[in-house]
């Protein structure tokens, strides 16, 4: 039985890391996904790897070069508003969903998300601001009750993320949790005002896009070391 569990599970976990540390900046846009190298960074087999990076191409989170393996995309400019128009249509139509119909149980969930963010601002732990920050916007795809909505923004996600990474200039963040205190208190009211400021959210993030370099690769081998399957 733990012979058939454990190839699943040592897939999951790489996919999972792999994911974490392109949302959180870790691993740098661009960088090539050498299987040789992430196998001997997890300590896996390259099956193993192969597996976490198939699924990661289908879920759009990685590029599948045909005979030259993965990498971690580069989104374009011209990306960029792609990307964004998307997330204002689906967010801004979450957000006049949910106003003023948030139970306490999820306002309590996104009170406590935006707390972790200002912590992890304050003790300067970028990483970890940035994935409180996505599953902010998560948990108000999931609180709708379409999955759809929760699979669209799996997608936009990451992809925002690799944007911030390549063209945001600077170290301020602009999707940081004060603005995500304003976004509460205006899902506390109706719905056309919380649609508005979601999409002044939104749109304060995308012209932020504009001289941020891209940052240098870290060697695979050393960045997934912590992850090694003993």
């Known amino acids: 039985m733990k012979t058939a569990t454990a190839p699943a599970t040592a897939t999951q976990r790489v996919y999972d890391t792999i994911h974490a540390a392109i949302v959180e900046h870790r691993l740098a846009p661009g960088t090539r996904l050498r299987e040789v190298e992430l196998a001997e960074g997890f300590g896996v087999s390259r099956t193993v790897v192969r597996q976490a990076l198939h699924r990661l191409g289908q879920d759009q989170v990685v590029e599948l070069e045909h005979n030259r393996g993965a990498r971690v995309p ?29 139970s306490a149980e999820q306002r309590a969930e996104l009170d406590a998300l935006v707390r972790q963010e200002a912590e992890a601002e304050a003790r300067g732990d970028a990483p970890a601001a940035i994935r409180l920050s996505g599953e902010f916007h998560r948990a108000l795809a999931r609180f709708a009750g379409n999955p759809v909505f929760v ?80």
Do not use: W
């Open 74 to 102: 580069q989104p374009t400019r011209e990306q960029a508003a792609q990307v964004f128009d998307a997330r204002r249509v689906v967010e801004c139509e979450l957000a006049r969903r949910l106003a003023g119909k948030l």
């Open 151 to 230: 699979r669209l923004l799996d997608e936009l996600l990451p992809t925002t993320s690799l944007l911030i990474a390549l063209y945001q200039g600077g170290t301020d963040r602009s999707c940081a949790a004060h603005t995500h205190t304003g976004l509460l208190t205006a899902l506390a009211g109706v719905g056309n005002g919380a649609a508005g400021e979601m999409r002044r959210h939104l749109s304060e993030i995308e012209r932020s896009l504009s001289v941020g370099e891209a940052v240098a690769p870290t060697p695979l081998r050393d960045l997934f070391a912590p992850y090694r399957e003993t």
